[in-house]
């Protein structure tokens, strides 16, 4: 038998967005919900064409989605909170659109539920929203009408959906606190997982996929049985004809693999790109039933870097010492990469033939499969694997030699700042001269159509360079006049020339591509473009000085300076795969330091290095979080500001607080400041500061940047004597959570007037 190809799940948005803009022309009121419906039937028949095309086997339905997959999910199981149902849309798309955004208007006004990052991608899911009167059945027909659509157009393909432990483990309650799940509710789940299967099991199916990912964190006390429960219950249901794939990725389920072979399921999918280590050791040995497939992700659903050919056939020749029945399959869900290298002309044939985004690795998946067929003779003369081999015989980039001096002549004095912390405290505060609670905002001004319509004009050559600095200028004076007037204590520039806070540091550093079209959803209609590392990186002019000393130069009062991290950096870009993440970072730390020292140079007293992502990649098991990240992460952090006056204070921002776990790291990071967000009630943060004695002076949000609403006066003061009550005031900043870039200036400016006034109030006091 051929060995079958497998795809985890497609990209829905279309190759150019077709879906965002359908959507988005509906909420405008543009276009009707037939249109929509229409676009998204068109975009689900061509991408399952196209994968019918290419050869692949296992070709996923349900994998399309208005919105997100987690939501989906939830009403399948009807976990639709009362207040959604209480708007009595006609039709269910409006329904889903309220949950996943809000609604305000005849029918009433009820805000969105929760989003979150989904596992360690830039993806984010909708949390699904459980408590006791949730009464769990089977209450859509999407997966069974999506998989008959497909059949209609000829193609038989495996629906997906995300599995009952997945599902339980990352829904919550209406408090966001975790369910705790009883056995009505393990019961109830299943039984509608069950359903489902027998009801595929009715109309033909030949494989299902249960998505898995949260297998591959560490397990918790009770996990494995709760796993074992489900999928007993809903195995045990008769479903003759179907097979059952157990699918996990974003990493090694190796703490679990032989419970979950023991279950009976007809395939499982595992992660052999991030997850090849913990997966490998596991099958070797626990073994593979004879009945079980071992669907393995060997291409990469995550990264857009052509699949090394010999390399995954050495991993399938190892499992196929175990057992006879492999598939090869995307590591995880092609969602996560953009739709194709065609119509990237820009980047020449040279650099393209590097690259494999969605539709490219389904021709990959083909090839590996054909290759693993082959005899070994065949192999030998294949020109496919030989044209493979090819790009990745060293010879794609010479390296930089200036960059490797550098790397080499770094020591470890290089990753400390002195003199030490309490210390640089005092020279800054004799320095800076600041207030206590000095007030600030973590960088960016609302970017308002103005502001994008002249970047436009630049791009369209419609302004030349001059003009649009001289806009930006005004720009900057404009906000630095306006902060003065409220009474701003530190101000910034607004960052009003930048695009994109990853997307402006690339197009200033060395050894970064751009592409026209290679968007990837971030969460429902909204996509990114990630830059892609294509060298190694160095700075090629300086980036934020001007700006920065041309608002240092509008005021007396302390400008601070606004950069991004270098690991953020790299989180936010396609990093290369043939060096490592710890170097690329370190090559960005130094691109970063320049311009700090620029800036010092320029007579910037506060620079901010932000390191919004540095959080989000944690990995996902406790064991690898300092081996695998933190101990390169933390350092190359320190790298970009040791170099700078005990007097220079450094400051730096993360936009989620979810770092009880690792307070001392964040200390490590060595910043004299740090804001984030906190606004949403999260005390937990205060509390792991307190107790950890943690020394960086810290901002925790004031306000919620993420809605429109003022908040009062009173509201403020309150927020910050919560704040107080958990850390010295002379460690405190007073600042709004995050930028206000996706803010109007008609509720920044009255927030901001409140938040001085409340941190007047409270200083008097003190
Ligand atoms: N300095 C950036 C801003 O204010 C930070 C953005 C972020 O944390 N995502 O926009
Ligand atoms: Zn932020």
């Known amino acids: 038998m051929p060995v079958l190809t497998s795809v985890s ?14 959507i988005e022309g509906y909420w405008k009121g543009n276009l009707s919900l037939q249109e929509v419906r229409s676009t998204a039937a068109d975009l689900r028949a061509r991408h399952w064409k196209l994968q019918s095309r290419q050869g692949i086997d296992l070709i996923p339905s349900n994998d399309f989605s208005y919105y997100d997959q987690m ?41 969105a539920l929760p989003m979150k990052k989904w596992f360690t991608t830039n993806y984010h899911y909708i949390v699904p929203e459980i408590d006791y009167s949730t009464d769990i059945h089977l209450a859509s027909t999407k997966q069974f009408d999506e998989f008959q659509e497909a059949r209609a157009l000829g193609i038989l393909t495996k629906p997906v959906l995300i599995g009952p432990y997945t599902f339980l483990k990352l829904a919550r309650t209406p408090q966001a606190e975790e369910l705790s799940i009883d056995r009505g ?12 299967l027998q009801r595929f099991a009715e109309l033909g199916a030949s494989w299902v996929q249960f998505d898995e990912p949260y297998l591959s964190l560490d397990k918790e006390k009770g996990d494995e049985s709760l796993v074992t429960a489900l999928y007993t219950t809903i195995l045990g249901t008769p479903h003759a004809g179907v097979k059952v794939l157990l699918n996990t990725y974003f990493g090694h389920v190796g703490d679990i693999y032989e419970k979950l072979a023991l279950l009976g399921f007809d395939g499982i999918g595992l992660d052999f790109v991030e997850g090849r280590e913990g997966n490998l050791t596991a099958i070797e040995r626990h073994g593979v039933p004879q009945t079980t497939t071992i669907v393995a992700g060997v291409v990469n659903g995550r990264n857009i870097w052509r699949n090394n050919y010999a390399d995954s056939l050495g991993l399938i020749d190892a499992l196929r010492t175990v057992t006879d029945h492999v598939a090869v399959s995307t590591a995880c869900s092609l969602l996560h990469v953009p739709y194709t290298t065609q119509g990237e002309d820009a980047l020449g044939e040279d650099v393209l033939r590097h690259f494999a985004f969605a539709q490219e690795k389904l021709v990959e998946l083909r090839q590996i499969a054909d290759l693993v067929d082959a005899s070994d003779d065949a192999r030998r003369g294949s020109s496919v694997l030989h044209d493979n081999q090819s790009l990745f015989d060293g010879s794609r980039v010479a390296a930089d030699p200036a960059v490797a001096r550098r790397l080499a002549d770094l020591t470890d004095d290089d990753l400390v700042r002195l003199p030490d912390r309490s210390e640089r405290q005092r020279l800054q505060r004799e320095e800076l001269g600041l207030p206590l609670l ?5 960088g960016s001004f609302p970017q308002t159509r103005e502001v994008r319509a002249e970047r436009a004009r630049l791009r369209k050559g419609e302004i030349d360079q001059a003009a649009y600095d001289d806009f930006i200028r005004g720009k900057i004076d404009d906000v630095i006049a306006r902060q003065e007037s409220i009474g701003l204590d530190v101000l910034v520039h607004g960052e009003f020339e930048r695009n994109d806070m990853v997307e402006y540091f690339g197009q200033n550093l060395h050894g970064f591509l751009f592409t026209r079209n290679a968007w990837v959803q971030s969460y429902g209609t909204r996509c990114v473009k990630p830059p892609i590392v294509w060298s190694d990186v160095s700075r090629a002019r300086p ?25 953020t950096i790299l989180n936010w870009s396609w990093p290369r795969e043939d060096v490592s993440h710890e170097l690329q970072t370190r090559q960005l730390a130094l691109a970063i330091r320049d311009e700090v020292l620029d800036l010092e140079k320029a007579g910037i007293r506060i620079i901010q290095i932000d390191e919004a992502a540095l959080r989000e990649k944690l990995p ?18 320190r790298l970009v500001h040791s170099g700078v006056k005990p007097t220079t204070q450094i400051h730096t921002h993360m936009c989620y607080s979810e770092f009880n776990d690792i307070i001392k790291d964040i200390d490590d990071m060595d910043a004299d400041v740090i804001s984030f967000e906190a606004s949403r009630g999260d005390l937990v943060v205060l509390d792991a500061i307190h107790d950890a004695h943690f020394e960086t002076e810290a901002g925790p949000g004031v306000y919620d940047i993420h809605s ?12 910050i004597r919560e704040i107080l009550a958990k850390i010295d005031a002379d460690k405190v900043w007073i600042n709004p959570d995050c930028g206000l870039k996706t803010r109007g200036d008609a509720e920044t400016w009255p927030s901001l007037e409140n938040m001085v006034e409340a941190a007047r109030a409270i200083r008097a006091e003190l």
Do not use: C
């Not at 130069?553 to 400008?559: D, K």
């Open 9 to 22: 799940g497609f990209p829905r948005i279309g190759r150019d967005r077709e879906l965002k803009k359908a």
């Open 71 to 111: 939501l989906d999910t939830a009403i399948m199981l009807n976990a639709v909170p009362q207040r959604y149902r209480s708007l009595s849309f006609d039709d269910p798309e409006d329904t889903l659109f309220a949950i996943a955004r809000g609604y305000q208007g005849e029918r009433g006004d009820v805000t």
């Open 185 to 196: 509710l393990i019961n109830a789940v299943s039984g509608v997982y069950a359903s489902v």
């Open 438 to 442: 000095p007030t600030t905002t973590i």
């Open 543 to 567: 980036i934020t000085v001007k700006w920065s000393a041309y608002a240092q130069s509008r005021t007396s009062s302390i400008v601070k300076g606004m950069l991004t991290g270098p690991v």
């Open 620 to 637: 996902l098991r406790r064991s690898d979080w300092h081996t695998q990240y933190l101990d390169w992460a933390v350092p190359a952090f």
């Open 708 to 719: 429109p609403r003022i908040p009062g006066v009173e509201e403020i003061t309150r927020r």
